[in-house]
């Protein structure tokens, strides 16, 4: 007899990439299941609505194109400004909201933010959901709640061969992100220099407790190249993985050992 706890799954499109949701356990049928996720998701598009550079009438849109000042903004969006300055100034300029085309595109930092605070839908104090593991997939970045001690095994792609995956990390409660040139080819630049960043890495992975967190130093780590590992180091609690173009794979000291 399987000992497997049930499982259900839920995709769909938002934020212009595939979100997935994964719930295990005895509840994870039933109704507040259900109206959980169905929470996580509108929460999601309303960010999406608001925060969307290629939506015309967001309000991120609007401030680009001088319609909106910032001060009339939303409270999330001023919000969303500050987290951004933060993350500028830790990560050393490495990452920054503001493109070379003066534009300010908050898309590095909003995704794991959105998701993240979305999530407070399925790991909420509702009694009915507090026997269900959750695992969040938006677009190859990664948050897992498990109350139940027992790991989600998260694949990490091979930037390479995006069809395998190139190592594995479990959790029972943590975030994962990757950056690179896998999905959307060279698109990174470095905002200290606004050129393209050369590096012989394909992707750097970051883990930690935060998505926000892990999603902004993956980008800033892989804008550093060689000094991907120092940048990780940043931030106490995180820990990276890096591929190279040759498929080598080099590890923070404190990367969980059940990688491979």
Not at 12 to 25: F, K, N, T
Not at 79 to 100: K, M, Q
Not at 121 to 144: P, R, Y
Not at 170 to 183: D, K, L, R
């Amino acid at each position: 007899m399987s000992t497997n706890p049930p499982r259900r799954a839920w995709v769909e499109q938002v934020m212009g990439l595939p979100v997935s949701v994964l719930a295990r356990g005895a509840a994870a049928g039933g109704a507040p299941a259900d109206r959980a996720v169905a929470s996580f998701l509108a929460e999601l598009h309303h960010l999406d609505a608001t925060f969307s550079p290629y939506r015309p009438d967001s309000e991120v849109s609007h401030l680009a194109d001088g319609t909106l000042e910032l001060q009339d903004a939303s409270r999330q969006v001023r919000e969303v400004v500050a987290r951004c300055e933060r993350a500028r100034e830790w990560t050393g300029g490495l990452f920054d909201a503001t493109r070379p085309d003066g534009v300010w595109d908050p898309s590095g930092l909003v995704k794991g933010w959105a998701v993240e605070r979305a999530a407070r839908h399925l790991s909420g104090a509702a009694i009915e959901l507090s026997g269900i593991d959750w695992c969040v997939n938006a677009g190859g970045d990664v948050l897992v709640m498990a109350p139940s001690g027992r790991p989600f095994v998260i694949g990490i792609q091979d930037p390479v061969d995006r069809a395998a995956v190139a190592a594995t990390v479990a959790s029972t409660g943590a975030a994962v992100a990757t950056s690179g040139t896998a999905a959307r080819g060279a698109h990174l630049y470095d905002p200290r220099t606004k050129a393209t960043v050369q590096t012989r890495l394909l992707s750097v992975t970051v883990t930690g407790p935060s998505l926000e967190t892990a999603d902004v130093l993956a980008t800033a780590a892989f804008v550093a190249a060689e000094r991907w590992a120092q940048t990780v180091a940043r931030v106490e609690g995180y820990e990276g993985l890096a591929i190279a173009a040759d498929r080598s794979m080099a590890r923070t000291r404190g990367w969980p050992l059940a990688t491979g």
